[in-house]
């Protein structure tokens, strides 16, 4: 009787340990949903925003981007592509203070301008678009400039 007494709850495990404990668990396996479905839960629950922005800085990123292509049969020596990319980014201060940083495609990075007051439309931590003034429209040269590197050599 001793025995099955310590084991369901009194006296080793007390009954607001096990709540403490279960909590904890539920919370920490929370936590973890929240962290890899984090940008997820924001692109779905987020809404729409258009507000004034000053547009303070614009810089891009270079990067490496590899592909690798496993030889067939098993075990075989790995063979792969790897492409040098640019990122394009602007850093925008609201007309609150706050400053906000987004990814942005090459032709409207091209033509903004920094320092320039316009519109921002966002959502989340997503960019939709930047309505300020630009200087001019420019034809894209990078169309066929993306430069291959395999096996020591550049295609």
């Given at each position: 009787m001793t025995v099955n007494k310590q084991l369901t709850g009194g006296f080793i495990f007390p009954t607001w340990l096990m709540i403490i404990l279960g909590l904890l668990i539920a919370a920490g396996i929370f936590a973890i949903i929240f962290v890899f479905f984090k940008d997820v839960i924001i692109a779905v629950f987020s809404k729409q925003v258009t507000t004034q922005a000053t547009l303070s800085s614009k810089y891009d990123r270079e990067f490496l981007s590899k592909t690798v292509y496993a030889a067939g049969g098993g075990g075989g020596v790995a063979?792969?592509?790897?492409?040098?990319?640019?990122?394009?980014?602007?850093?925008?201060?609201?007309?609150?203070?706050?400053?906000?940083?987004?990814?942005?495609?090459?032709?409207?990075?091209?033509?903004?301008?920094?320092?320039?007051?316009?519109?921002?439309?966002?959502?989340?931590?997503?960019?939709?678009?930047?309505d300020g003034p630009t200087s001019g429209t420019r034809v894209r040269q990078d169309t066929n400039s993306t430069t291959f590197v395999g096996l020591d050599k550049t295609l």
């Open positions: 063979s792969g592509v790897a492409e040098k990319r640019t990122e394009y980014f602007f850093c925008f201060q609201l007309d609150n203070g706050r400053f906000i940083t987004f990814t942005v495609p090459k032709d409207i990075y091209d033509v903004a301008i920094e320092d320039s007051t316009g519109t921002l439309t966002y959502k989340g931590r997503r960019f939709i678009s930047y």
